[in-house]
Nanobody
Framework: QVQLVESGGGLVQAGGSLRLSCAAS????????MGWFRQAPGKEREFVAA????????DYAASVKERFIISRDNAKNTVYLQMNSLKPEDTAVYYC????????????????????WGQGTKVTVSS
């Protein structure tokens, strides 16, 4: 069982930056693929970024590539999402998710493939 707790959300002006954190419980954090998803009001939850257990492989949605960076610190059981050059369309509740197993391209973007979810942290980008 893994428990995930996100933090770091808030209100920021367009062009600004925020860093989200997701702290995980458990002793096998490095065996989990971690993902970030977001859900804007009235929209489906969508993939943002994912990272392999070792941190050596990452993937990003096209809408955030070159602006967001996913990373992890396995010693601290924490995954991060550094968000730069924020836009109003990045406004959403951001969720981290975890799934044990190998990092495989065909499933890492699919929310139903993740077993564990945090409660979410709200990000609001003003224009």
């Amino acid at each position: 069982q893994v428990q995930l707790v996100e933090s770091g959300g808030g209100l920021v002006q367009a062009g600004g930056s925020l860093r989200l954190s997701c702290a995980a419980s458990g002793r096998t954090f490095s065996s989990y693929v971690m993902g970030w998803f977001r859900q804007a009001p009235g929209k489906e939850r969508e993939f943002v970024a994912a990272i392999s257990g070792s941190g050596g492989s990452t993937d990003y949605a096209a809408s955030v590539k070159e602006r967001f960076i996913i990373s992890r610190d396995n010693a601290k059981n924490t995954v991060y999402l550094q968000m730069n050059s924020l836009k109003p369309e990045d406004t959403a509740v951001y969720y981290c998710a975890a799934r044990s197993g190998y990092y495989v391209a065909y499933w890492i973007r699919i929310k139903s493939q993740y077993n564990y979810w945090g409660q979410g942290t709200k990000v609001t980008v003003s224009s």
